[in-house]
């Protein structure tokens, strides 16, 4: 039985929290899957495909709306804003419908994932671990943290669901108590929109990356550098071609 006093209720909370928390320690070795999860590649699952399929068919009519959105005319301030914030949205997704994932967060990643490079002509996914190692200090630190927090709220998401289940399963005959069940997964929700946010910062500093250090990459490669734009995609293309010969 929980304590039914002001007191007893606060260390209850307290207790579930601090319990969240160390489930998201606890959550630390499992981190790269915890995040993969949450991104939404659950169609190696039979239990799961069915559902991923119409949660992307969710998400792609979304990103329809606002691209619709984002395209239309704008005749006052207030539909410029619109407008600007709707593209500001689809920017934060893949540019493609047909490479959408089930779930916000992983659509905010994928949209640095499928971008970031391709507008040099470079294969993101092929060419980061390369680029990664030619960034600034500065920079190392700036997504270091934006990473750590990133896995940080996805962590917390789904320690405060577990914390949600267990409280259902102990609370399950005590109907003043739900709340509690309710407040972790509220919590549970506000970590995930945290997990989204970092997200999106990551992928705008992975845009970052090739925009400063590209050429790095070229000279770390030992290819020469570009006379033009055009040259430039060219050589791209062959560092591209070469990574994934290598990975």
């Given at each position: 039985?929980?304590?039914?006093?002001?007191?007893?209720?606060?260390?209850?909370?307290?207790?579930?929290?601090?319990?969240?928390?160390?489930?998201?320690?606890?959550?630390?070795?499992?981190?790269?899957?915890?995040?993969?999860?949450?991104?939404?590649?659950?169609?190696?699952?039979?239990?799961?495909a069915?559902?991923?399929?119409?949660?992307?068919?969710?998400?792609?009519?979304?990103?329809?709306?606002?691209?619709?959105?984002?395209?239309?005319?704008?005749?006052?301030?207030?539909?410029?804003?619109?407008?600007?914030?709707?593209?500001?949205?689809?920017?934060?997704?893949?540019?493609?419908?047909?490479?959408?994932?089930?779930?916000?967060?992983?659509?905010?990643?994928?949209?640095g994932?499928?971008?970031?490079?391709?507008r040099?002509?470079?294969?993101?996914?092929?060419?980061?671990?390369?680029?990664?190692?030619?960034?600034?200090?500065?920079?190392?630190?700036?997504?270091?943290?934006?990473?750590?927090a990133?896995?940080?709220?996805?962590?917390?998401?789904?320690?405060?669901?577990?914390?949600?289940?267990?409280?259902?399963?102990?609370?399950?005959?005590?109907?003043?108590?739900?709340?509690?069940?309710?407040?972790?997964?509220?919590?549970a929700?506000?970590?995930?929109?945290?997990?989204?946010?970092?997200?999106?910062?990551?992928?705008?500093?992975m845009?970052?990356?090739?925009?400063?250090h590209?050429?790095?990459?070229?000279?770390?490669?030992?290819?020469?550098?570009?006379?033009?734009?055009?040259?430039?995609?060219?050589?791209?293309?062959?560092?591209s071609?070469?990574?994934?010969?290598?990975?």
């Open positions: 039985m929980l304590p039914v006093t002001a007191g007893g209720l606060t260390a209850t909370v307290l207790a579930l929290i601090v319990c969240a928390a160390l489930l998201a320690l606890l959550l630390q070795p499992f981190q790269v899957r915890a995040v993969r999860v949450l991104e939404g590649y659950w169609d190696r699952w039979p239990a799961t069915g559902l991923a399929g119409a949660l992307i068919e969710v998400q792609r009519r979304r990103w329809e709306a606002l691209r619709e959105r984002a395209e239309g005319a704008a005749r006052d301030e207030a539909a410029r804003r619109v407008r600007a914030d709707a593209g500001r949205r689809v920017g934060a997704h893949p540019a493609a419908a047909d490479v959408l994932l089930p779930t916000s967060l992983g659509n905010a990643l994928r949209a994932e499928l971008s970031a490079g391709e040099y002509g470079l294969s993101t996914l092929a060419s980061w671990p390369r680029i990664y190692m030619q960034v600034s200090d500065r920079m190392a630190d700036a997504l270091r943290s934006t990473r750590d990133l896995d940080t709220a996805a962590n917390l998401c789904w320690s405060f669901l577990a914390v949600a289940v267990m409280s259902g399963v102990a609370l399950y005959d005590e109907e003043d108590r739900w709340w509690l069940c309710g407040g972790s997964v509220l919590l929700v506000v970590a995930y929109r945290g997990a989204v946010v970092a997200a999106q910062a990551y992928a705008g500093l845009h970052v990356v090739y925009d400063l590209r050429f790095e990459l070229l000279e770390a490669l030992h290819h020469p550098l570009p006379a033009d734009q055009e040259s430039e995609q060219e050589i791209f293309a062959e560092v071609a070469s990574s994934h010969v290598a990975v």
